[in-house]
């Protein structure tokens, strides 16, 4: 993936519930980080992770702007 210069990437530290919908990630965006979740930039989402699955920890990345978003898990 390659990202312009001008959009910048920003992790949400606190272990984040996977199963939250990119609304509610937008939300977190707009009310912890104080951020539009609109700007274009990317905002990285991460799990506490299991200790059932070795310690596996995941992540979403989401980038909206004004008419699309893009949602990655992984």
Known sequence: MLIPA?????LYTPPTDMRKS???????VANVL???PTDGHLFLFRN???KKAR?????????????TF????R
């Open 34 to 36: 104080k951020m539009t």
């Open 22 to 28: 990119i609304d509610t990630l937008c939300m977190l």
């Open 6 to 10: 001008d959009v910048k990437l920003f």
């Open 48 to 50: 506490r992770g299991n």
């Open 55 to 67: 310690g596996q920890v995941k992540f979403k990345v989401i980038q909206v702007d004004q008419h």
């Open 70 to 73: 893009f949602y990655l898990k």
